[in-house]
């Protein structure tokens, strides 16, 4: 069975940083395309980042490129999502999800998500 959870959202200042991980469980993480989105009150969901299966290419949302950072950890089955600069409007759920035709294709599993709040 697939199971992907996030962890590591909170509250943090403006300015601040947070390294959310995606640990997975019946899939293992370098086969996968795996992106990471994230859904604001009354927004919809949004892709912000993706890693490519095997070779690892990455690919950025143009509001994120430059302040976040997305990785893999095969040893661990994890993927990241460094979150750097953050701002109030990166406030939102941030879930990741495997992407079974490709970073440019839909999600097919997605985590239950964490909460991410910026302060100003």
């Known amino acids: 069975q697939v199971q992907l959870v996030e962890s590591g959202g909170g509250l943090v200042q403006s300015g601040g940083s947070l390294r959310l991980s995606c640990t997975a469980a019946?899939?293992?993480?370098?086969?996968?395309?795996i992106g990471w989105y994230r859904q604001a009150p009354g927004q919809e969901r949004q892709g912000l980042a993706c890693?490519?299966?095997?070779?690892?290419?990455?690919y950025y949302v143009d509001s994120v490129k430059g302040r976040f950072d997305i990785s893999r950890d095969n040893a661990k089955n994890t993927v990241y999502l460094q979150m750097n600069n953050l701002k109030p409007e990166d406030t939102a759920i941030y879930y990741c999800?495997?992407?079974?035709?490709?970073?440019?294709?839909?999600?097919?599993?997605w985590g239950r998500g964490t909460q991410v709040t910026v302060s100003a």
């Open positions: 019946g899939v293992t993480v370098d086969d996968e395309h």
């Open positions: 999800a495997i992407k079974s035709r490709g970073c440019a294709g839909r999600a097919s599993h």
């Open positions: 890693i490519s299966r095997i070779e690892g290419r990455t």
